[in-house]
């Protein structure tokens, strides 16, 4: 599969829409941010739980990218165990009536981003790109935004945009259910961590590479100096030409998810002018930050992506060793759905909250961090930021955890510094990601 080009369909699906593992479930909450009501961040170790996998959209066209959902249907997640044990009350399973995963304030507590997250961000543009049109996008954003307290972010208030990759407002592609989704957890997670900041959601033709790069270049014609990209595939001798017409834009943070497979790389997570964002699993635990992290791998199949690129060329600040191209993660965020974060959805699924995992979430979210840490200097490269920051207190290095086996220790395996699952780890403030 790793041989495949990326703009035709593999024996597993071809292009495929990165973080759709989701799970549905309930729990018992606490009074949360603002006036609403949220989740308990409480450590979500593993329990056995039912999955049903199911495909959350049929490729339309001949490289359409392809994606897949996980989502609880039967048992409680450990989370709902938790609750449970604490209140002698046991919530039904698969309810989507209210938010079983992380908050926005869970997040950026786990991130060193509460003092930022209420006064920086203003004025700046996260745009999300994502493929076909998810016709309740502003309506599950504003239920969303409602509950956790956050303010109103809407067309009617200039803080919310939706258009097709040719920026008309009018003419937008046909809807897709599975594609729905991603975009409710992309606007959601950009939400979470950039409260003040807008959005502007751009939604390709089709989930084609040539669209989905076309909907790229328009974010950055539209002015969003901060880019989310949750989608990925197979490398092939093709990706560098698609930097050039797609991803190399000095001056805009362009964040891309890692893959969901386990190791491996992937691109445009290896394209050497994007972040390439990894997954971890977070939890709460007893250490002066109050979290923990490692290395997100469900199985030898689910997982962060990372790996040594065959055709990207190393860029100048990325100097480890092991691998003479680009390597792939450079950072990395909360991806495993056991410890996942909410998500409001109402398109082609029951009107509700869900709990989604993946490198979907990552992506936004660092995406948002980077907003948060101001516009990008024009002329560079913010994937270089964070290395000016390697082993600092201003990043939560990942030490332990693996997403596979490879011939070379930290292509896959979490160690002290750098190493290709979680870069140089999770965000702990925002100065590693401003320049």
């Not at 165990?81 to 209140?87: H, V």
């Not at 399973?93 to 995963?101: H, I, K, L, V, W």
């Not at 993660?329 to 709990?355: E, H, M, N």
Request: aromatic share 10%; glycine share 10%; net charge negative.
């Amino acid at each position: 599969m790793r041989s495949t080009p990326p703009n035709r369909p593999s024996a597993r699906g071809g292009w495929r829409r990165i973080g759709a593992a989701a799970a549905a479930t309930a729990a018992l909450v606490f009074t949360g941010f603002g006036t609403a009501v949220q989740a308990d961040a409480a450590t979500t170790a593993s329990s056995k739980v039912t999955y049903v996998s199911t495909p959350c959209a049929t490729p339309k066209h001949t490289g359409d990218l392809t994606c897949k959902s996980y989502r609880v249907t039967g048992g409680l997640t450990a989370f709902q165990k938790m609750q449970a044990a604490r209140t002698g009350i046991t919530p039904k399973a698969a309810d989507a009536s209210t938010p079983s995963g992380y908050s926005p304030t869970n997040l950026r507590s786990a991130y060193g981003l509460t003092s930022a997250a209420a006064s920086n961000g203003s004025g700046e543009t996260i745009a999300i790109v994502d493929a076909y049109n998810d016709p309740n996008a502003e309506a599950d954003l504003a239920t969303y935004r409602s509950y956790y307290g956050l303010s109103a972010c809407t067309t009617a208030n200039g803080c919310f945009k939706k258009v097709s990759q040719t920026g008309s407002t009018t003419s937008l592609p046909s809807s897709d259910a599975g594609w729905s989704e991603e975009i409710s957890l992309d606007l959601d997670m950009a939400s979470a961590i950039c409260p003040l900041c807008n959005i502007t959601l751009v939604e390709a033709t089709s989930a084609s590479y040539a669209n989905l790069g076309t909907a790229e270049n328009e974010a950055v014609a539209l002015g969003a100096k901060f880019v989310s990209n949750s989608y990925g595939g197979s490398e092939s001798s093709s990706q560098t030409t698609y930097d050039t017409s797609y991803y190399n834009h000095t001056g805009v943070a362009i964040t891309v998810s890692s893959g969901d497979s386990a190791y491996g790389a992937e691109y445009p997570a290896t394209s050497r002018y994007v972040t390439a964002v990894g997954g971890t699993k977070l939890s709460t635990s007893s250490t002066t930050r109050g979290w923990t992290e490692t290395v997100w791998k469900t199985s030898s199949t689910e997982g962060t992506g990372s790996g040594c690129s065959s055709y990207d060329a190393k860029p100048t600040w990325q100097t480890d060793t092991g691998c003479t191209k680009r390597m792939e993660s450079d950072v990395s965020a909360v991806a495993d759905p056991a410890t996942g974060v909410s998500v409001y959805d109402s398109y082609g699924v029951t009107a509700g909250w869900y709990t989604f995992g993946g490198t979907s979430v990552s992506a936004p979210i660092i995406a948002g961090v980077y907003a948060l840490a101001g516009t990008p200097a024009s002329g560079t490269y913010p994937a270089q930021y964070p290395y000016d920051y390697a082993g600092t207190s201003s990043l939560n290095d990942v030490t332990s955890g693996n997403n596979g086996t490879c011939s070379t220790s930290y292509f896959c395996t979490a160690t002290t510094g750098y190493d290709g699952p979680t870069g140089w780890g999770t965000p702990e403030g925002i100065s590693a990601f401003a320049n």
